[in-house]
């Protein structure tokens, strides 16, 4: 339930918002909820603020409880032209527990345009745009997690493997459907970590990553009137940039991004892109795992052996 000073707070941080986006005061604000299909899967609470300006406009914004690295997430890209990511406002940059953040409402999510080439080398460039503006900016950033060796050990451990490991003990169905594949799963796994902690000693090309981007078909890339928007920052990390890219893009794909990259002013020798790219393909195996083996018992297996299989014979 939404308390009366939750209310307020939410149509403060409209009306800074809106004031930012050049909208002008706010002169009443309503509570409505989202959709079912709105909601998504992070459990955050989410909720819909309809107001009225002074000039008599309608319009709505989105009130979200973010933790404190989401809602820094969300004022540095703010900050930095919000060109690919919705505006927002928060009051509270200092509390580590989830507080009430408001965002731009984009409106319902639209597939992708037809031109697939086209809208692939509108998100590199946007990715581009984010990741170069952040790009090797650690120390101003200690609110953002760190994609150290202890990162890289908890992905293929405690959100994947270990679920994985766990469910072959307890479920004998699960077990003689994947237990064959424990091994190889194990071994790449322990590859994959001590490619992506190497690749994460370069730092200049250290990054604010999103890290859940999902692929083409996915929740998080908004297509706004043919152009993309980059929503849900929960998951971000300072990590390498490559991890938004394996999901969305294949391997020829992703070199738009890395021209993207280098027409920013970057420097990065395309043969050394494609080898930490391929190291890093992986990583939506191992972080989509446990939401994969969710929908396996729920009888939707196709997606936990895809995945499976892209770990074992990639």
């Given at each position: ?11 403060e ?11 002008g ?71 580590d ?25 509108k ?5 581009a ?14 609110w ?7 990162y ?7 959100l994947s ?13 699960f ?60 998951f ?29 002013g ?11 790219f ?34 074992v014979?990639?």
């Amino acid at each position: 339930m939404i308390m009366d000073n939750d209310i307020q707070l939410l149509t403060e941080e409209a009306n800074e918002l809106s004031h930012i986006l050049n909208r002008g005061n706010i002169v009443s604000a309503q509570v409505q909820k989202m959709e079912p299909y709105e909601q998504g899967f992070s459990g955050a609470s989410l909720l819909r603020l309809k107001v009225l300006f002074a000039d008599g406009q309608q319009g709505s914004f989105i009130g979200k409880k973010a933790d404190l690295k989401e809602r820094m997430v969300m004022r540095t890209l703010t900050e930095q032209g919000h060109h690919h990511t919705p505006a927002a406002y928060c009051e509270n940059l200092t509390s580590d527990e989830a507080q009430w953040m408001v965002e731009e409402d984009l409106g319902k999510q639209l597939s992708a345009p037809s031109n697939r080439l086209q809208w692939l080398n509108k998100v590199a460039a946007a990715l581009a745009e984010i990741h170069g503006n952040n790009m090797n900016r650690g120390k101003e950033m200690a609110w953002l997690t760190p994609a150290d060796a202890e990162y890289w050990n908890k992905i293929v451990g405690q959100l994947s493997v270990d679920h994985f490991e766990k469910a072959i003990s307890d479920d004998y169905r699960f077990a003689q459907q994947f237990e064959g594949y424990l091994p190889k799963v194990k071994e790449k796994a322990a590859l994959f970590a001590k490619n992506m902690i190497e690749i994460s000693q370069e730092e200049e090309w250290l990054t604010l990553t999103h890290g859940d981007l999902q692929n083409v078909e996915g929740n998080h890339v908004y297509n706004i009137q043919g152009n993309p928007y980059i929503i849900d920052f929960g998951f971000s990390s300072y990590a390498p940039f490559y991890i938004d890219l394996v999901d969305y893009f294949s391997a020829d794909e992703a070199i738009l991004y890395h021209k993207a990259l280098i027409e920013r002013g970057f420097s990065l020798e395309l043969k050394d892109f494609e080898e930490r790219f391929k190291a890093a393909i992986l990583y939506p195996c191992f972080i989509y795992m446990f939401p994969s083996m969710m929908d396996w018992k729920r009888g939707n297996e196709e997606k936990l052996m895809k995945l499976i299989d892209k770990i074992v014979y990639d």
